[in-house]
Antibody, heavy 114, light 112 residues
Framework: EVQLVESGGGSVQPGGSLRLSCEVS????????MHWVRQDPRKGLVWVSR????????SYVDPVKGRFTISRDNAKNTLYLQMNSLRVEDTAVYYC???????WGRGTLVTVSS | DVVITQSPLSLSVTLGQPASISCRFG???????????LSWFQQRPGQSPRRLIY???NRDSGVPDRFSASGSGTDFTLKISRVEAEDVGVYYC?????????FGQGTRLEIK
């Protein structure tokens, strides 16, 4: 059974930082592209970032470029999202998802508020 | 970003009756590699999204065959042949052909 488990969410003030993790099991992690997707009531589902299996190619949606960094550790079967300079509008549930968005985690809530 | 028009935004259906959801895109979803990267997702209340369909019409493992999907170019449809109680939730289309990947607004399905 494929499982993706996110952690690291929480409440932070504007300008703060958080690091999300996503531990993956049940598939050969090092073979798969991985994604982060966020969801909030205002904007719905928004794709945030993706990384290739070896980490050599990375892409971000424009609103997070320069502030978020996606990375992975294939030895630990773990995907990361470093989020800096957080803004109120980054408040959302953050999901990790596998290639093709075939499998999703349960999500972790990030709240940015003063 | 690719413009997506998903309709209807809400749907109230009697158990056992069919349902249909449409997504129309501002440009063709045919990729240069010849594939059409159009997927459908279901999000039940309190749950994460779940992929139902990929590349227009391919059902994911475990998805009941009452779910079917079709379309080409800019117009795509998800159909449920006979709605069951477990189908309640929000349905999203998603395109992965053009950067960035984008999702439709969602269609809320409820039982009448």
């Amino acid at each position: 059974e494929v499982q993706l488990v996110e952690s690291g969410g929480g409440s932070v003030q504007p300008g703060g930082s958080l690091r999300l993790s996503c531990e993956v099991s049940g598939l050969t992690f090092s073979n798969y592209w991985m994604h982060w997707v966020r969801q909030d009531p205002r904007k719905g589902l928004v794709w945030v970032s993706r990384i290739t299996p070896d980490g050599s190619s990375i892409s971000y949606v424009d609103p997070v470029k320069g502030r978020f960094t996606i990375s992975r550790d294939n030895a630990k079967n773990t995907l990361y999202l470093q989020m800096n300079s957080l803004r109120v509008e980054d408040t959302a549930v953050y999901y990790c998802a596998s290639e093709g968005l075939a499998y999703w985690g349960r999500g972790t809530l990030v709240t940015v508020s003063s | 970003d690719v413009v997506i028009t998903q309709s209807p935004l809400s749907l109230s259906v009697t158990l056992g009756q069919p349902a249909s959801i449409s997504c129309r895109f501002g440009e063709s979803l045919v990729h240069s590699d010849g594939n059409t990267y159009l997927s459908w997702f279901q999000q039940r209340p309190g749950q994460s999204p779940r992929r139902l369909i990929y590349k227009v019409s391919n059902r994911d493992s475990g998805v009941p065959d009452r779910f079917s999907a079709s379309g080409s170019g800019t117009d795509f449809t998800l159909k449920i042949s006979r709605v069951e109680a477990e189908d309640v939730g929000v349905y999203y289309c998603m395109q992965g052909t053009h950067w960035p990947t984008t999702f439709g607004q969602g269609t809320r399905l409820e039982i009448k």
